[in-house]
């Protein structure tokens, strides 16, 4: 217990300082609440059995602005794929790099969040007042927002970007880059990002989050989508971090009245993550499609949670997540579907499918539905297998090699996933993420 | 001369059992070859032995192509000297797309050869002349191999597969079957085209029909894994006319 109690106040000690900040008392709130509520997640919790963060609990980890030897990097030091996207938010350490570029143009906005928000920006901050939790059938849509790690994010979050697409303008694609660096030291990084779009409004969005570290590291991101009226959104997410960086990071979109959402959650981890994905379908004819694709070396682990919330009549989600595992990778999949009382006319699929390249590698899948109203098509699977020899064998009978009918197949796996996603750089590094797995030691074993 | 393909004594077990026993076959370089016989009796298995698949495993006998031992070769390894099996059963890949998959192919072919590989313009040349030529769909060509292809669809793929490849070799694993009657002329003429004294074919088909419009220099009757009669194009009539029963008798 005392153990506990010291963890809880390293992290209260952490939580940054603002004058005149409305929420101060509330971030201070979250951090106990968080504890309050058991603290970093044990496998014991129903939610987190395969997700085994009980190490984030055992390390104090410090805010990057509380390391003193931090030089952020140059921005030639960057991946060359950065220099594709001719509007971007550059952040190493979670300090951005390139202010200077942000510029307002076409319809698009984009500007640190205040350092001291608005009252009124209560869910943008993270924070849902509390005993707002709705009793019996009725639908939790701020659900997303009382994830554990979403208000520890809300109590420590320190930098955080606004993004705004005016009405009825497309802009895009635009990155929002996040670097870390090895500072030798247990290092935490906790951004948060809003992205708004007005109704009529489109937008391509990636986010990405890259870095290496030897010593402990862990991010911690948010991201907050909004979409009015009619407002569709591209959004890819890539997860590029290695070494011992442990990721838990949460996307959630919020829809009006006809609005779209194409998501892919792309895993490209060398090591640990955890991503939510939650789409809250809160007015008719809202449709969301959330994909993901983990291609695993190694001993990387990625552990998608998705949630789709059917909270009005006649809106679909579409779940589609593929999994290529090599070595001893793990990758677990935990999709819910929650139709709530009088959303009739839902149309709700989810999918999970699994290519295990090794004896080794695992997955652990798990479908959940929760229907509360008639009239409602639901239908999920899940699959694991291998590759086809019979494919495999009709592959080297035109003439390919062994090697190349392997990595042929796999490719041909994932691009169901990777050829939709709307823009060619994070479709290269897809690539280059299917040549890793072409080197892993299992492959084709 | 040696023959192009020459199996002696070719006995094959699958998962324990024997499937062919003591097959023997030799097919001259230029020359087309009809093997027929009742399901079951090994057709396909020596088709697949032929092409390298791995799961047989081969207790006795030889297989040599073109004067070489290839039993010990890979499928690729065949491919690249020559042989090429159209399925039986065409293998549905989803998410690899034809073109693609068929010009990473015609360049692994074109490499062992020492000729330059194809660029995609040429590829793309290759292509449609060879698609006009079996009158087939262009819109096939663009999708994923065979996928959702009807089972017309997938055996003229396997057909212009064969003519952008360009084998020595070609086995055809019962390719008229599923073929509407235009389709059928339109195989046959393919193949017809690509005679020559520079390539054979081995064709295994249960009808006489095809063998209307290919007409081979050999029949050869498989039966119980072994090749129990061989004669002219005219001991595919018989066949038909008189069933396998006598055939197994004749040998007796
Ligand atoms: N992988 C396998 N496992 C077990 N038995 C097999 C396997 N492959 C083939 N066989 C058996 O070997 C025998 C010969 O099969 P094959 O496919 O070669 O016949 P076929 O002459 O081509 O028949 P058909 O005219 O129906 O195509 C059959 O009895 C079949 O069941
Ligand atoms: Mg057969």
């Known amino acids: 217990m005392r153990e506990t109690a010291a963890v809880e106040a390293h992290y209260r000690d952490e939580i940054p300082v603002r004058q005149g900040d409305p929420f101060a008392v509330r971030r201070t709130e979250a951090v106990r609440e968080f504890f309050r509520a058991g603290g970093f997640p044990t496998a014991t919790r129903e939610d987190w059995r395969f997700s085994d963060l009980d190490g984030l609990g055992r390390t104090a980890y410090r805010r990057y602005s509380d390391v003193p030897t931090l030089v952020p990097p140059k921005t030639d ?18 300090h951005p790099l390139n202010a200077d570029e942000f510029q307002n143009r076409d319809g698009l906005e984009v500007g640190n969040l205040p350092s001291v928000p608005a009252a009124d920006e209560r869910h ?15 639908a939790d849509l ?46 935490m990084l906790h951004p948060r990002s809003v992205i708004e779009l007005a109704p009529g409004s489109r937008l391509t969005v990636v986010e990405a989050h890259d870095g290496v570290s030897e010593t402990a590291g862990w991010t911690n991101p948010s991201t907050l989508c909004r979409l009015g009226e009619n407002a569709e959104l591209f959004y890819v997410r890539v997860e590029l971090e290695s070494g011992n960086i442990a990721h838990t990071g949460r996307v959630t979109f919020q829809l009006a009245r006809n609005a779209r959402v194409h998501s892919t959650v ?10 939510d994905t939650a789409a809250i379908l809160t007015e008719e004819g809202a449709e969301v499609d959330l994909e993901g694709l983990f291609l695993g070396v190694g001993a990387a682990k990625a552990d998608q949670h998705t949630l789709a919330i059917h909270a009005a009549r006649h809106t679909t989600s579409r779940q589609l997540f593929k999994n290529v595992l090599s070595d001893e990778a793990v990758a677990v999949f935990d999709g819910k579907v929650v139709v709530a009382p009088g959303a009739i006319g839902t149309d709700a699929s989810q999918a999970n499918r699994n290519l295990l390249l090794s004896q080794k590698a695992a997955v652990h899948t798990r479908p959940r539905l929760e229907i509360n109203a008639d009239d409602v098509k639901c239908a999920h699977g899940a699959a694991i297998g291998r590759l086809d020899e019979d494919a495999l064998f009709y592959l080297r009978s035109r003439g390919l090699g062994r090697m190349d009918s392997h990595e042929i197949l796999v490719r041909g796996f994932a691009g169901e996933v990777v ?11 897809a690539k280059e993420g299917l040549t890793r797995v072409r080197e892993s030691r299992s492959f084709a074993a | ?148 292809f009807s089972g017309g669809e997938k055996k003229r793929n396997e057909i212009l597969q064969m003519t952008v490849l360009e084998p020595t070799l070609a086995v ?26 520079e390539r054979s074919f081995l064709v295994i088909t ?23 009669e061989s004669g002219g194009s005219d001991l595919a009539l018989r066949l038909e006319a008189e069933g396998y029963g006598k055939a197994a008798a004749v040998t007796a």
């Open chain 1, 77 to 94: 030091e960057l991946p060359e794929w950065v220099g594709d996207f001719g509007c971007r938010v550059l952040l190493s350490e979670g």
């Open chain 1, 124 to 138: 943008d901050w993270g924070f849902v007042a509390p005993g707002e939790e709705p009793g019996g059938t009725e």
């Open chain 1, 142 to 187: 701020d659900a997303p927002l009382r994830h554990p790690l979403e208000i520890l994010n809300a109590g420590l979050f320190e930098c955080g970007f606004r993004v705004r697409v005016g009405r009825s303008q497309d802009a895009g694609p635009i990155l929002l880059y996040s670097l870390r660096h090895d500072v030798g030291h247990p290092a």
């Open chain 1, 266 to 275: 792309l895993s490209l981890t060398g090591g640990k993550s955890r991503t």
């Open chain 1, 419 to 429: 050829e939709k996603v709307p823009v060619a750089a994070v479709r290269g590094l």
């Open chain 2, 1 to 148: 001369m040696t023959p192009l393909l020459e199996i002696c004594g070719l006995h094959v077990e699958v998962e324990g059992r024997e499937i062919l026993r003591g097959l023997d076959l030799e097919i001259p370089l230029g020359e087309t070859h009809a093997v027929m016989g009742p399901n079951g009796s090994g057709k396909s298995t020596l088709a697949h032995v032929i092409a390298g698949r791995e799961g047989y495993e081969i207790t006795k006998g030889i297989i040599r192509y073109g004067g070489e031992d290839v039993l010990e070769l890979e499928p690729e390894e065949r491919a690249r000297k020559g042989v090429f099996l159209a399925f039986q059963y065409p293998v549905e890949i989803p998410g690899v797309n034809n073109t693609y998959f068929l010009k990473a192919a015609v360049n692994e072919i074109r490499k062992h050869r020492g000729q330059p590989e194809l660029d995609a313009v040429d590829f793309l040349g290759l292509m449609r002349d060879r698609v006009k030529l079996l009158d087939f769909d262009e819109d096939l060509i663009k999708r994923p191999v065979n996928e959702g």
């Open chain 2, 172 to 197: 055809l694993d019962e390719t008229d079957s599923g073929l509407d009657i235009d389709a059928l002329r339109i195989v046959a003429e393919g193949v017809n085209r690509m005679r020559s004294p």
């Open chain 2, 206 to 228: 249960h009808y006489q029909r095809l063998l209307n419009h290919i007409v081979p220099d050999r029949v050869h009757v498989l039966q119980e894994g072994r090749i129990v």
